[in-house]
């Protein structure tokens, strides 16, 4: 498993299991105008502090 910076600010790329799932910390989801999940039955796991430098 690996998370990684994108070009955009506040979004992460989590590569896990050879899949790819873009990632925002959930303390910074407000900072979008529009959040959508498009899985609703997957539990959140949150990695705390990944987005640090």
């Known amino acids: ?14 590569d896990y299991n050879s899949r790819k799932w873009f990632a925002t910390p959930t303390e910074k989801v407000s900072k979008f105008n529009m959040v959508i999940n498009h899985c609703p039955t997957v539990k959140i796991v949150e990695f705390t502090g990944f987005d640090k430098n």
Do not use: D, G, R, W
């Open 1 to 14: 498993m690996t998370i990684q910076p994108t070009a955009y600010k506040n979004v992460y790329v989590l």
